[in-house]
């Protein structure tokens, strides 16, 4: 379909670790969002992108975390040396650039991390 | 910081009953985004209020935005099996271009 594709869908990975989270966004999507998603809880923003504006990595929780997006689509979610609180749901978004209040964010299937 | 809280955290019902749910902050938001979550999927948008005090409603659900657009609330008539899911409001803010605050989640079991 033409939705926002996540992969991989789980991820088994063991303490120290480095993992990659990869995010395909709907075609003509200018922002990218990345999110966690701890077990049945709300969302935890982590970075987004908008267009070729500098990302708002205000949300990384330590510089373990860092992300891309190359050509304005494809997005890598990067988290080195995992730790054991780093399992987590994580949850890609895109949106239309819509000015004001009204874009709709689409969700992926997110990514199921476990580290061990 | 802009914090919602949304309440309750857990309800479990049986069908036909009605319930709402609540989305508070200190804050004010632009709009107020109400999703559902289904296990193993991502949030679905549900509405988007922007005006205080706008009231939306979707086949059995009604939404509400808080005249003073701090607080939202989701009430459901005669709940379904089918309701089932985790309820997740989000604030926006224009300053913010559209990025979204996301409470902590309300989840609901509606039983058969």
């Known amino acids: 379909g033409a939705g926002v594709s996540q992969s991989p869908s789980n991820k088994v990975t063991e303490k120290g670790k480095d993992v990659e989270l990869r995010c395909d966004p709907i075609s003509g999507h200018t922002a990218l969002y990345w999110y966690r998603q701890s077990l049945g809880q709300g969302l935890e923003f982590l970075i987004y992108f908008q267009g070729n504006s500098a990302p708002d990595k205000s949300g990384l929780p330590s510089d373990r975390f860092s992300a891309e997006r190359t050509g304005g689509s494809v997005s890598t979610l990067t988290i080195q040396r995992t730790q054991q609180e780093d399992s987590a749901v994580y949850l890609c978004?895109?949106?239309?650039?819509?000015?004001?209040?009204?874009?709709?964010?689409?969700f992926g299937p997110g990514t199921r991390l476990l580290v061990l | 910081t802009q914090l919602l809280e949304q309440s309750p955290q857990f309800l479990s019902i049986q069908e036909g009953e009605n319930l709402t749910v609540y989305c508070n902050s200190s804050s004010v938001f632009s709009s107020l985004q109400w999703y559902r979550q289904e296990p193993g999927e991502g949030p679905v948008l549900l509405v988007t209020?922007?005006?205080?005090?706008e009231v939306k409603k979707l086949k059995r659900l009604t939404f509400q935005f808080g005249d003073a657009r701090k607080d939202s609330s989701l009430h459901i008539t005669a709940a379904q099996p089918g309701d089932t899911g985790l309820y997740l409001c989000?604030?926006?803010?224009?300053?913010?271009?559209?990025?979204?605050?996301f409470g902590g989640g309300t989840r609901l079991m509606v039983k058969p």
């Open positions: 989000a604030g926006g803010d224009n300053n913010a271009g559209n990025m979204l605050t």
């Open positions: 209020v922007v005006t205080g005090g």
């Open positions: 978004a895109s949106s239309p650039w819509v000015a004001g209040p009204r874009g709709t964010q689409y």
